[in-house]
C-alpha cells in the first residue's frame, strides 16, 4: 500500500493546469460512464430516486453511462452549461484529464485530445493533484477504485462458474445502491444512512456479502 501511494502521489506531481471558459464543447458527443455512486449523487441532486434516474437518463436504463440527445450532448447540458454540475461524474470532473488505474492499484494519467474550438487553456500553472483537488474529485475516485475492485471479483467468479460449465447470473439491481441499501435497511427496521459516503460503503459491503454468498453456494455444490 505504501508503494502505490508513493506512486500516486509522484503521478499526481506532475506539472498541470486547465482553465474552463464554459464554451461545453467538452459536453457534447461523449461517453460519459457512471458508477453506483455517481448515479446516487446525481439522482439526490436531480430529486428523484435512483431508479428513476436510470430508467430515464441512463443508457439502456443500466445506469453504466448517461444519456445524449439525438444531436449527442449529454442529456443535462442546458443552455447556460451543465445542469447537474455540482453532481457531475467522475470522468466530467477530470476533464481534460483521463485517469487509468492499473491492475497493481497504481494509476496513469494522460491529456485528452480538446476539441477544436474549445475556449479551454491549458497551462502548467499547477499540478495533476491540485486540479483534481480544485474539482473535489478524490471521493468519487476512491468510489470508482472501490466498484472496478468489486467488479473484478465479480468477474472471476463469475469465470470460474463457467469453466465449471454452470450458469450464474447478477440483477441488475444489485447495482441500485439506494434501492439496495434502502431494502437491507428496511428488512431490519433501520433509518438507511442519509450520508452518501456511508451508504456507499454499506452497498461495497453487502456486494461483496453477495459474492460469498456465491462463492459459499458452490463451495456446498462441491
Request: glycine share 8%.
Amino acid at each position: 500500500m505504501k508503494n502505490i501511494s508513493s506512486q500516486h502521489e509522484a503521478a499526481r506531481k506532475e506539472r498541470f493546469g486547465y482553465t474552463c471558459h464554459a464554451c461545453s464543447r467538452c459536453c457534447r458527443h461523449k461517453h460519459i460512464q457512471t458508477n453506483p455512486y455517481e448515479i446516487a449523487r446525481l439522482a439526490s441532486f436531480v430529486g428523484q430516486s435512483s431508479s428513476q434516474f436510470r430508467t430515464q437518463s441512463t443508457l439502456d436504463g443500466e445506469g453504466t453511462a448517461l444519456l445524449q440527445t439525438p444531436d449527442g450532448d449529454c442529456v443535462f447540458l442546458g443552455p447556460d452549461g451543465c445542469t447537474v454540475h455540482p453532481a457531475r461524474p467522475l470522468v466530467c470532473r477530470l476533464y481534460p484529464l483521463g485517469r487509468h488505474r492499473m491492475g497493481d492499484g497504481s494509476e496513469r494519467w494522460h491529456r485528452l485530445e480538446p476539441h477544436p474550438q474549445s475556449l479551454g487553456e491549458y497551462s502548467e500553472s499547477g499540478t495533476i493533484g491540485d486540479y483534481f483537488e480544485d474539482q473535489d474529485a478524490q471521493g468519487f475516485i476512491d468510489a470508482a477504485d472501490a466498484y472496478v475492485e468489486w467488479v473484478h471479483a465479480a468477474t472471476e467468479i463469475m469465470n470460474d462458474i463457467a469453466q465449471d460449465g454452470e450458469t450464474a447470473a447478477f440483477d441488475a439491481g444489485i447495482l441500485d445502491m439506494d434501492e439496495v441499501v434502502t431494502s437491507w435497511c428496511a428488512a431490519r427496521n433501520e433509518a438507511p444512512p442519509s450520508d452518501v459516503e456511508a451508504r456507499r460503503s454499506l452497498h461495497l459491503k453487502l456486494l461483496y456479502e453477495e459474492l460469498d454468498h456465491l462463492k459459499g453456494g458452490r463451495d456446498e455444490q462441491d
